[in-house]
């Protein structure tokens, strides 16, 4: 059986930092690409970032430039993703997703009927 389990949300003061892992199981990602999104009560889960297979390439949405990092650890199937200078409208639900069809792909996409694996999700909240 497929598990992604993220960890690490939590609440935090605007300004401050928060590292989500994603450890997989039941199979290998490591030939896969793996990304994050978001999602809030009534919108729509939103793309954050993704990281190709070797980790070479990596995308983030627009508002999180700068401030998110995507890495991966393959040696332990597990993605990571540092949020720094995090805001208040960082606040969301944080799923963790995994491609299963396309392996050692170059690229990575940024839509989430790319994705066929996903976590539960990660509660991350930052006051003002």
């Known amino acids: 059986q497929v598990q992604l389990v993220e960890s690490g949300g939590g609440l935090v003061q605007a300004g401050g930092s928060l590292r989500l892992s994603c450890a997989a199981s039941?199979?290998?990602?490591?030939?896969?690409?793996m990304g994050w999104f978001r999602q809030t009560p009534g919108k729509e889960r939103e793309f954050v970032a993704a990281?190709?297979?070797?980790?070479?390439?990596?995308d983030y949405q627009d508002s999180v430039k700068g401030r998110f990092t995507i890495s991966r650890d393959n040696s332990k199937n597990t993605v990571y993703l540092q949020m720094n200078s995090l805001k208040p409208e960082d606040t969301a639900v944080y799923y963790c997703?995994?491609?299963?069809?396309?392996?050692?792909?170059?690229?990575?996409?940024?839509?989430?009927?790319?994705?066929?694996?996903w976590g539960q999700g990660t509660q991350v909240t930052v006051s003002s």
């Open positions: 997703a995994a491609e299963g069809k396309s392996p050692m792909r170059g690229y990575v996409s940024t839509l989430k009927e790319s994705y066929e694996f």
């Open positions: 990281i190709s297979w070797s980790g070479t390439n990596t």
């Open positions: 039941g199979r290998t990602f490591n030939y896969f690409s």
